[in-house]
């Protein structure tokens, strides 16, 4: 059975860790990490209501 988990701010920040200490601290734009912080952002964005809809 194949779940998927939404990507957290935790999880891209743990995967940009681990490539930033393989590439001497250098995330290339278009890499898987860039894209996992990009995808982290905007779950970040759906989960959160912005502070006009709570009214």
């Known amino acids: 059975m194949n779940k998927k988990k939404p ?3 935790e999880d891209a920040a743990r995967i940009e860790r681990a490539n930033a200490e ?3 601290g250098q995330t290339p ?3 898987f990490p860039s894209r996992a912080k ?3 952002e905007e779950n970040d964005k ?3 209501p912005k502070s006009s809809d709570s009214k």
């Open 22 to 24: 393989r590439n001497k």
């Open 38 to 40: 990009r995808a982290a």
């Open 29 to 31: 734009p278009n890499s």
């Open 7 to 9: 990507m957290t701010r």
């Open 46 to 48: 759906v989960d959160k």
